[in-house]
């Protein structure tokens, strides 16, 4: 099963599969496909000839375990290798691989670079952290008040 599948005009959401006939016969443009150890060469093999047959501009294909990007677009009836994926720029998303020793980089149309998701948990935490931190804050500033003979509930805002 593809990792994403990306299919303009057609609405958003969750599929347990993209049926195309049942998608006003709208094929996948864009397809991205993560390796995982139970992949065969078969599989992947048959992959790319469903994605070739079915009309799919741009496959992706990322082996995480290997860090290796490997990229086709359509060219006419066939899906062509893309032979310099590193600062590729997908035609039809805008973003673009980079490549480096350790990482596989994304960015946006914009230039910023899409966060991981170990990144995107730690600023989460971080956020989380905060807004802790300022909760205790509130309450001790409370607590204070009270001491005063302060009602913090009777202040005006």
């Known amino acids: ?5 990306i299919a303009f005009g057609r609405p958003k959401g969750r ?12 094929p996948v443009q864009v397809v991205f496909d993560i390796l995982s150890p139970s992949n065969t060469g078969e599989e992947m093999s048959s992959k790319f000839e469903f994605y070739q047959t079915y ?3 741009e496959y992706y294909l990322y082996n995480p375990y290997r ?6 677009i359509r060219r006419g009836s066939a899906l062509s290798e893309i032979q310099q994926i590193n600062g590729w720029i997908s035609p039809r998303l ?9 990482d596989f980089v994304i960015y946006r149309p914009d230039g910023d670079r899409f966060l991981s998701p ?21 309450d001790r500033l409370a607590e204070y008040l009270r001491s ?3 009602d913090p509930d009777q202040i005006p805002d």
Do not use: C, H, S
């Open 148 to 150: 005063m003979r302060i």
């Open 118 to 138: 170990v990144e995107l948990k730690r600023l989460a935490d971080q956020e989380r952290q905060r807004v802790e931190q300022e909760r205790q804050r509130a």
């Open 15 to 26: 599929r347990g599969a993209y049926r195309q006939w049942e998608e006003e016969d709208i």
């Open 55 to 57: 009309g799919v501009e």
């Open 94 to 102: 805008g973003i673009r691989f980079e490549l480096t020793f350790q």
């Open 1 to 5: 099963m593809p990792y994403v599948l």
């Open 67 to 72: 860090n290796d990007l490997t990229g086709w």
